[in-house]
Each structure stands twice: as C-alpha cells, then as structure tokens.
C-alpha cells in the first residue's frame, strides 16, 4: 500500500432502471481514473489493498453489481452483457474520459464484452481470465478453484466466505450458467485496447496456456505472471499487480507481444505479496470497520458502507505504515553494524 494513499471512501448509486450499481470510490485527481470490477460473487472489497496503490496514478471506481455485496437484483438472472451495459452506464454517469478498465474473473468476461463494442476505451487489464474454453465443464471448474484456493491467503478466504454470504446460493446458482456459457474467446479478437493480462503462478482457473490463447486473441496485449500468487492476486500481490497497471497505463503497446507469457520479478523491499500484521488496534478498528460496512450493506445504508469502508482502510494505512517503519528501523540497524565492522 503506498505510504500517505487516500483511504476515504466515497459511495454513490449509478441507477439503471429497476436496478444500481454500487460505486466505492477514493481520490478526484490524478492522470486518469481506474474502474475496476469483481468476480462471480464476491465484492468490491476484493480490490481493497490494490485501489490504494492505483490511487497515486488516478482516482479509483470499485462497483458492485446487481446481486452481490448486497445489491438488489432483478427476479431474473442477468446476462454477461447486462452487466457490462451496467459498468458502461458507471463510466458516462460518472463522465470517466478513457478510464483503464480493469476486470478480475468473472469481471473480465463483463470488461471485454464491454470494451469490445467500446472503441474509444484504450486501456484494459483482465487478471486472471475465465473460463478456460478447453475446460468448460462445471466439475471441472470447481476443481481448479479448489486447487487455486489452496493458495490464497486467509484474509481472501475470509473474504470470499463473507461475500457469497451476501450473495446467495440462489443468485449464485442462477448466474454461474452465464458465466460458464459467455464465449469470451469469441469477443477478445474485437477489444482494441491496449489489454494488459495478469495471472498468478497457482492460478488453476487461468491457466498459463489459457493466458497465452487470451493473449493471441487480442489485437494488442501483454502477459504477466506472479509467483505465489493465485487466483486473487491482485489481493495478497497489490503492489505488484498495481506497478504492472500503472506502467501498462502509462506505456501503451508499441506491438503486439502476442502470447508471450512474462514472469514478473519484484525488485522493491520485502517479500513479494508480503502480507503486513495490524496491531491489536488495527484489528479492532478494522473489525469495527467491516461490521458497520456489512450493517449498511444489509440495511442499504450507503453512508455507513463508506464510513465502514474508510475505517477498514484507515486501519490497514497504519498496519502497512507501522510494518515500513520496522523495516526502515531493521535495514537502519544493519547498515550500522556493517559499518563498523572492518574492511
């Protein structure tokens, strides 16, 4: 999380006839804004730890669509397209101008369906890709999101367990089929975007042959992978999920790099994906944060959602800030010692 990143959350509705969007958003300035749109099931909280570091390029759009974190939803399921034609409507509501688009999952089957009758998008981000064209079979697809969950953190554990609360077996069972049948090898060819794919090394549910299909596909792409990570990584690998999408924006293709598949080696301090540990505090103030969030989302209480929002982050600031003082204070120590010993 970047030192002195904006943690006060916004929270608005795009309504779209009968149903919202709900948008989380922190910052108002920067170079161009990042809209980014979750998973089957789960919620915007999925973006969490990486809307803070995209903060420092432009401000940042988390929705949650109809039927997950809370949101009403239609009587009938909704389609792939229909969800795009939501994101669409956030983007013109709000005025975004060329915001990077970026799409996790099930996220970016809606993204593509999107951008594909979008020309005038110019930046994309898909991470982790779904589904597998050559793995389209239900079973299937429930053991590789096993075989990925094996490696996520708990905190993303957490997390899901708590948004497929919110949304519902029901709603769940009903939009899975749409998910399963959405022909995305079939629309990639027609995004002409600059598209920036990113996968993580335990990521069964995108795997690296299916990434590099995705990226033979698009008209114009680049291909990341992140070791240890997995399906969620821009969650546990936020800073290094974000510096490929601050570069990507700021660096468009110059030519296609096809399927050619990169491994990304982090060069900053620490551990690549390492995960910080809040002080007692933290986590009080980060527990009393998600309870008033979940109160809100259960109540439609947009103003708690967000008061709810910026406590979680607030206390997640101070965590990451208090873990870099640490390191700064341990390096500071060994360059000491170093110093006296002799040549």
Request: charged share 25%; hydrophobic share 40%; net charge negative.
């Amino acid at each position: 999380m970047v030192k002195g990143s904006d943690t006060t959350v916004s929270v608005k509705r795009v309504q779209a006839g009968d149903v919202y969007v709900r948008v989380s958003s922190i910052g108002d300035k920067g170079v161009r804004p990042f809209v980014l749109v979750p998973g089957i099931g789960v919620a915007s909280n999925y973006f969490e730890r990486l809307a803070p570091n995209l903060n420092e390029f432009g401000p940042v759009y988390a929705v949650d669509l109809p039927g997950f974190a809370g949101v009403p939803h239609p009587e009938d399921a909704m389609t792939i397209r229909q969800y795009a034609d939501l994101v669409g409507k956030v983007i013109d509501e709000l005025e975004l101008v060329d915001p990077v688009i970026v799409g996790h999952s099930m996220g970016t089957q809606v993204v593509t369906d999107l951008v594909a009758r979008r020309p005038e998008i110019s930046t994309v981000v898909l991470i982790g890709p779904v589904i597998n064209p050559a793995e389209r079979v239900l079973l299937k697809q429930g053991l590789r999101f096993t075989q990925a969950a094996v490696h996520e953190p708990g905190r993303v554990k957490a997390l899901a367990f708590s948004a497929y609360l919110f949304c519902g077996m029901k709603w769940f069972s009903r939009i899975l089929p749409k998910m399963m049948t959405f022909p995305m090898e079939r629309a990639l060819p027609h995004v002409k975007a600059d598209t920036l794919v990113i996968r993580g090394e335990f990521d069964a549910v995108a795997p690296s042959d299916w990434v590099r299909r995705v990226g033979e596909l698009l008209p114009s792409s680049r291909l990341w992978e992140i070791p240890g990570a997995a399906h969620s990584v821009m969650y546990a690998h936020a800073e290094e999920v974000a510096k490929l999408c601050v570069e990507h924006a700021e660096q468009p293709i110059e030519y296609d790099e096809g399927g050619v598949l990169r491994v990304f080696r982090h060069e900053g301090e620490g551990e690549a994906g390492e995960m910080f540990d809040p002080s007692a505090a933290d986590v009080v103030a980060s527990v009393r944060g998600r309870v008033r969030e979940s109160i809100g989302m259960v109540t439609g209480d947009d103003d708690l959602i967000a008061e709810g929002k910026t406590e979680h982050g607030e206390a997640m600031q101070r965590a990451h800030a208090r873990a870099e003082g640490e390191h700064d204070a341990e390096d500071g120590a060994k360059d000491a010692a170093g110093a006296g010993e002799p040549a």
